[in-house]
């Protein structure tokens, strides 16, 4: 499916299997608390490759990360992957377990892909006030240079925000559309 985003197009593909085999890692981690020494401790489940099934029997293996996805083996994995046109490699953006209706975003390749600027921007804002700051000292010197020390931290923190504005409305379009496509083969049978 072609899907049109801001002035970008991609192709919007599933990979839907039935759990096979999930390893599940668990991890502890100690996290600091305030007031209080020993700290917390908090025990998460992992999965970093779950086994799929497609509905031909051809097995696929989903390597996921930091997810929080939990599926059990038998659930159906509806992936969903994104691949700017005329780019070879599709990115994981999504994974909908069917069968406990839990839906995952994987908002590091979001990030990533719709290259969004937030730290970048705020670094930005700063360089604005080091450039007014640094502005009445070169202008004393060179003028070109001045003006180049004002505009230019002005201009850049102005595109970063509208790419990220963009680039969020994007993400916000591309999650409605893929609900809407979770929602409607929710009720498919899986072969």
Same mark, same amino acid.
């Given at each position: 499916?072609?899907l049109?985003?801001?002035? *970008?197009?991609?192709?919007?593909?599933?990979?839907?299997?039935?759990?096979?085999?999930?390893?599940?890692?668990?991890?502890?981690?100690?996290?600091?608390?305030?007031?209080?020494?020993?700290?917390?401790?908090?025990?998460?489940?992992?999965?970093?490759?779950?086994?799929?099934?497609?509905?031909?029997?051809?097995?696929?293996?989903?390597?996921?990360?930091?997810t929080?996805?939990?599926?059990?083996?038998?659930?159906?994995?509806?992936?969903?992957?994104?691949?700017?046109?005329?780019k070879?490699?599709?990115?994981?953006?999504a994974?909908?377990?069917?069968?406990?209706?839990?839906?995952?975003?994987?908002?590091?390749?979001?990030?990533?892909?719709?290259?969004?600027?937030?730290?970048?921007?705020?670094?930005?804002?700063?360089?604005?006030?080091?450039?007014v700051?640094?502005?009445?000292?070169?202008?004393?010197?060179?003028?070109?240079?001045?003006?180049?020390?004002?505009?230019?931290?002005?201009?850049?923190?102005?595109?970063?925000?509208?790419?990220?504005?963009?680039? *969020?409305?994007?993400?916000?379009?591309?999650?409605?559309?893929?609900?809407?496509?979770?929602?409607?083969?929710?009720?498919?049978?899986?072969?």
């Amino acid at each position: 499916m072609e899907l049109a985003l801001g002035r *970008r197009v991609y192709e919007l593909s599933d990979i839907v299997g039935r759990v096979r085999r999930a390893a599940t890692t668990t991890r502890t981690t100690s996290v600091p608390a305030p007031g209080n020494v020993a700290g917390q401790v908090v025990t998460t489940n992992v999965q970093e490759t779950i086994q799929l099934d497609l509905a031909d029997g051809t097995p696929y293996p989903l390597h996921i990360w930091n997810t929080g996805l939990i599926a059990e083996e038998g659930d159906i994995l509806h992936s969903l992957w994104l691949t700017p046109k005329g780019k070879p490699d599709a990115t994981l953006v999504a994974i909908y377990d069917r069968t406990s209706g839990q839906e995952v975003w994987l908002d590091a390749n979001l990030v990533r892909l719709f290259r969004l600027t937030e730290p970048m921007w705020k670094g930005l804002v700063v360089a604005f006030f080091i450039g007014v700051l640094a502005f009445g000292l070169i202008l004393a010197i060179l003028p070109v240079l001045g003006t180049l020390a004002i505009v230019l931290p002005v201009l850049l923190p102005i595109l970063t925000w509208r790419m990220d504005r963009a680039g *969020r409305a994007q993400i916000a379009a591309l999650k409605t559309t893929a609900r809407q496509r979770f929602a409607a083969l929710r009720t498919e049978t899986f072969a």
